[in-house]
């Protein structure tokens, strides 16, 4: 079985994260569960209106050329969007940039890659890579 990175801190971040959207959207986003695979369902007057996924960088937006995220946030979207024609968005929290991407539409290279410094192989799969004019800055 896979280790679940999760924590409290990353917990909290998401839940900061939500706060501030919701004000901006004028929604209220709810958590969704993990086998999900997408963060957030945002809901208006009581109906899903998009679905969110929520990443937090170490990093200025410009240190590299693109945002790279498992394929499979991707695969998910694209599934999610088909069977409920709502958009899915992804939302990066760079140290210096708030931005987001429309993850169903966004052009994205395919590659493999990922990190190595968990000792985790499941850590290194097929990947996309977001060129970051893709995304709109907040």
């Known amino acids: 079985m896979r ?5 409290r801190t990353t917990m909290q971040h998401e839940q900061d994260f939500a706060r ?18 997408i963060d957030f369902a945002a809901v208006r007057n009581a109906k899903v209106v998009s679905f969110i996924e929520y990443r937090k960088r170490s990093n200025s ?28 968005y992804m939302f990066v929290q760079w140290t210096d940039h708030l931005g987001y991407v429309d993850l169903v539409n966004c052009k994205a290279d395919w590659s493999v890659g990922g990190r ?20 709109k800055k907040i």
């Open 3 to 7: 280790p679940i990175y999760e924590n």
């Open 20 to 37: 501030s959207l919701e004000k901006l959207l004028l929604c209220n986003l709810v958590k969704c569960p993990r086998n999900f695979h």
């Open 61 to 88: 937006m410009e240190y590299y050329p693109t945002f790279m995220t498992a394929a499979n946030k991707k695969i998910c979207a694209q599934a999610i969007n088909r069977s409920s024609s709502l958009p899915v």
């Open 116 to 135: 190595k410094d968990r000792n985790d192989p499941a850590d290194f799969e097929p990947v996309i890579q977001i060129p970051l004019t893709e995304f």
